[in-house]
């Protein structure tokens, strides 16, 4: 009998080598199915923030010009002080500037700099303008309607193949209101 208590007090716990190998393979299984789960929920979130900005910043500038009762431009920039010069660069980033000198840019010792937004360089997201018009910037003018004179907006797309991954629209009028739709037939 002391010889069992004394057994019992020595007797080593663990895991046994199936049941490691049974711990590890459930691991595995988890990993297989959280992994690609979680790089498509992280894939839809930057979808729609970047969408959700974008339009904010749409309907932002256009605010911006019906209270100050001057030209605001929206414009794509690779640096957040200035305006790119090459078109379709929205996926960088974008500024938004009262056009204080009419010369239909934003220059940063002139015109008024309200608001920067900078993506990551390793975004995945694709930004493409529906029409020329909106390839560099969009101008909202005193009234808060597009100076292109015509309806445009941008497909955002997250840059993977769209089996299953978001896509965004944003359409503004001529009148400037943008409105955004989910998962739109558009084409990246």
């Known amino acids: 009998m ?11 716990s663990g895991l046994t080598a199936i049941e490691l190998i049974i711990a590890m393979a459930i691991v595995g299984i988890v990993s297989a199915v959280g992994v690609p789960t979680f ?4 894939i839809i979130n930057e979808v729609a923030a970047t969408s959700n900005a974008m339009r904010s910043s749409m309907k932002y500038a256009r605010s911006e010009a ?3 009762g001057k030209s ?4 794509s920039s690779s640096n957040g002080t200035s305006c790119s ?3 379709g660069e929205w996926a960088k980033g974008w500024i938004i500037g009262v056009d204080l000198d009419n010369d239909s840019n934003i220059n940063e010792a002139v015109d008024q700099l309200l608001n920067v937004f900078l993506l990551d360089d390793d975004t995945q997201i694709t930004i493409v303008p529906s029409d020329a018009a909106f390839n560099q910037k969009v101008i909202y003018g005193y009234d808060g309607w597009l100076t ?4 445009a907006g941008f ?6 193949p769209s089996d299953g991954y978001p896509q965004r629209e944003i359409r503004a009028s001529v009148a400037g209101e943008p409105q955004l739709a989910k998962n739109a037939g558009v084409q990246c």
Do not use: D, E
């Open 155 to 160: 497909n955002i797309c997250s840059g993977f």
């Open 66 to 68: 019906l209270t100050r």
């Open 2 to 12: 002391v010889l069992n208590v004394i057994m019992k007090l020595f007797n080593q």
């Open 72 to 75: 605001v431009i929206m414009c």
């Open 148 to 151: 292109a004179g015509v309806a």
């Open 39 to 42: 790089r498509a929920m992280s």
């Open 85 to 87: 010069l090459a078109n």
